[in-house]
């Protein structure tokens, strides 16, 4: 199933966020995409009675995994070929919010709409600026561990405000386990991938 979902969402990582949402484990997902990738996202969300709200701006980003908030925002008609945001959720009013909070740059209201932690949306509005836009940390568990991002292994979508943050191991581990529900292979991948 991730496989399948992971042809339509372009990485297993994105993929598993939407089995998250299809088990109730976040209420909304907020992922980056080019234009032409959109057509079977939008196909899929349509299948699944989810709502899709698309960014009135794109991003050049500075980080291709979307947890940089901060890339440089362009209008729709600019030439470059920038990202657009899209916000999925079961709940019309979850993809709104995120989108409208993203759009005026309140990323404290955009961390809570998106389920994370207040500690660690404190400690990204705290930190996170122009020349401090990797907030990752030294990893101590493979729940938190956030640096194989890039290699598609990761179980949570933010920024944890330490590697032994409580409230994010939670969401680690109760991510782990709604996949190993699906396909056993790829949470015994991830745990070994982000094993420390
Ligand atoms: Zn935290």
Redesign the pocket.
């Known amino acids: 199933m991730i496989k399948k979902l992971s042809l339509i969402f372009g990485s297993k990582t994105k993929a598993e966020e939407i089995i998250y949402l299809l088990s109730g484990l976040k209420k909304v997902v907020r992922q980056g995409y080019y234009e032409p990738e959109l057509p079977k996202i939008e196909k899929f969300c349509k299948e699944k009675d989810f709502y899709l709200i698309k960014s009135k701006f794109k991003v050049l980003l500075a980080d291709e995994t979307n947890y940089s908030n901060k890339g440089i925002k362009i209008k729709e008609d600019d030439k470059r070929a920038g990202m657009y945001f899209v916000y999925i959720s079961k709940e019309e009013k979850e993809a709104l919010l995120a989108s409208y909070y993203e759009l005026i740059d309140n990323y404290k209201e955009l961390g809570s709409v998106l389920g994370?932690?207040?500690?660690?949306?404190?400690?990204f509005v705290r930190n996170f600026n122009e020349n401090n836009i990797n907030l990752q940390q030294i990893p101590s568990n493979l729940y938190t561990n956030i640096t194989k991002r890039e290699n598609d292994c990761v179980l949570i979508s933010h920024f944890?405000?330490?590697s032994g943050?409580?409230?994010?191991i939670k969401i680690g581990v109760k991510n782990l386990q709604a996949i190993t529900e699906i396909d056993q292979t790829r949470a015994e991948e991830l745990s070994r991938e982000l094993k420390c």
């Open positions: 994370y932690p207040r500690c660690c949306v404190d400690f944890p405000c330490s943050c409580e409230e994010s």
